[in-house]
Structures are given as C-alpha cells and as structure tokens.
C-alpha cells in the first residue's frame, strides 16, 4: 500500500525558510510523478512544484526562484526547500504520486494524483 508522508512544517518569519520532506513507502520503482501541492484556507489547491521519474524538476512561475524540489532516491524522500518566504504562503503543504505518468509531472492534472499524505502546515507571519 503506497503513503506518503509529510513533515518539516512549521510557523516562520517572512523571509525565513522551510525544508519540507515526504516519505514515500510502498512503491518499488521511481517510475511516477511527484508533487508539491499547497491548499490555503478558502482558496483552491495548487501545485507548486513537481518531480518526474527521472529526476527533472519544474515549478509553477512564481515559486521557481525561491523553491527547490529534490529526491533521496535510497530513502525514497522527497524534498521542497523553501526560502524567502512570503505570508501568502502560509498553506497546508502536501505531496502526492500519480503512478498513471512517469514525466512531464508539473503538466499532469492534479486529478491524475490519486495517492495523497495529511499535508504538513507552513505558516509564515511576524
């Protein structure tokens, strides 16, 4: 059974970083997508950014400056380091796996991921 697991949330200063991380188990193979996704209260969630099979990465415009997404392929984690953060930010973070693609991740519907973790919650505020 696939989980994925975030952790590394937390309530920071604006300007301060993050280093969010999500366990992936139950998989035997990297050949799937992996996302970031963020989902503020009243608005609707979004992708931030995303991971194909191979290792290539891509961001939503505006986070790609300052947001960097990697994989521990031996741990099977997964990564989304965040600096410069902004209070409009301050959202639940998940990650989750479409195994119906293996690339071009940050183009696939976000209906195409079906296995999701709880999130972790990032706050930023002074």
């Known amino acids: 059974q696939v989980q994925l697991v975030e952790s590394g949330g937390g309530s920071v200063q604006p300007g301060g970083s993050l280093r969010l991380s999500c366990v992936v188990s139950g998989v035997t193979d990297s050949n799937y997508c992996l996302g970031w996704f963020r989902q503020a209260p009243g608005t609707q969630r979004e992708g931030v950014a995303h991971w194909d099979y191979d290792g290539t990465p891509s961001y939503t415009i505006s986070e790609k400056v300052r947001f960097t997404i990697s994989k521990d392929n031996a741990r099977n984690i997964l990564y989304l380091q965040m600096d410069s953060l902004k209070p409009e930010e301050t959202a639940m973070y998940y990650c989750?796996?479409?195994?119906?693609?293996?690339?071009?991740?940050?183009?696939?519907?976000?209906?195409?991921?079906?296995?999701w973790g709880r999130g972790t919650q990032v706050t930023v505020s002074s």
């Open positions: 989750a796996a479409d195994f119906s693609h293996t690339e071009w991740c940050g183009l696939v519907p976000e209906s195409d991921y079906a296995n």
